[in-house]
Nanobody, 123 residues
Framework: VQLQASGGGQVQAGDSLRLSCAAS????????VAWFRQAPGKERVLVGG????????DYSDSVKGRFTISKDDAENTVYLQMDSLKPADTAVYYC?????????????????WGKGTQVTVSS
């Protein structure tokens, strides 16, 4: 399984940004695709995730109502639409994947990781 994240950038508070995670490889091994983020000096935390086989999603409380995860089956791509961005959303964002059908919050439970993409939100 390979994951390629893209779409980061520098925006103003209140702006929107969409990240993409292009996935390849064995589909059963990447049935759960999750986005994590890591701010400087902080632990990597779950932003949200999607179960590929049934479109279930889950989000952290800090982004619920502002961020939306979706997928494009034809493109094998998962998107993270981020609206109403805040300076607190500034972090390196990673997409990850694992088998199964549960969106776990612990990064150690994910087998596959893409390179991070930087999101910077200025006030």
């Amino acid at each position: 399984v390979q994951l390629q994240a893209s779409g980061g950038g520098q925006v103003q508070a209140g702006d929107s940004l969409r990240l993409s995670c292009a996935a390849s490889g064995r589909t059963s091994s990447r049935n759960v695709v999750a986005w994590f983020r890591q701010a400087p000096g902080k632990e990597r935390v779950l932003v949200g995730g999607i179960v590929w086989s049934d479109d279930r999603t889950d989000y952290s409380d800090s982004v619920k109502g502002r961020f939306t995860i979706s997928k494009d089956d034809a493109e094998n791509t998962v998107y993270l639409q981020m609206d109403s961005l805040k300076p607190a959303d500034t972090a390196v964002y990673y997409c990850s994947a694992r088998a199964g059908a549960t969106i776990y919050r612990a990064p150690a439970l994910y087998n596959f990781w893409g390179k991070g993409t930087q999101v910077t939100v200025s006030s």
